[in-house]
């Protein structure tokens, strides 16, 4: 299916509107001289736990822990994560390191 020009202009606003809107909405939502409302505060405290516990969840799902490697690589990792959060306090670079080391070991060590 071929669109035609107008069509392709039509998606290309759609999307840049939908950008766009996403991107104001928070500040029209909640300016700056505005207090956020007790809920937004309180969601605001406890989804990044909650997201970051989802993930570990996510990640560890599939990991077979009765059989070679027992999820070595997978508790190798997450605890680099950990280690790196705990001594830099850097969420990246958590992450990458624990990302970098679980693609090492399963790549050459335990492949």
């Given at each position: ?32 001289h505005k207090e956020p409302s007790p809920v937004v ?70 492949a």
């Open positions: 299916m071929t669109l035609t020009p107008v069509e392709t202009l039509a998606i290309i606003l759609a999307l840049a509107a939908g950008t766009q809107l996403t991107r104001w909405l928070p500040f029209w939502v909640f300016p700056e505060t309180y969601l605001g405290k406890v989804l990044p736990p909650a997201m970051m516990g989802l993930l570990v969840v996510y990640c560890l799902k599939g990991v077979v822990w009765t059989a070679a490697p027992y999820g070595a690589p997978e508790i190798l990792a997450v605890a680099v994560v950990a280690l790196l959060h705990l001594w830099k306090g850097n969420v990246l670079l958590s992450i990458a390191g624990g990302t970098a080391l679980y693609m090492l070991l399963v790549q050459t060590v335990f």
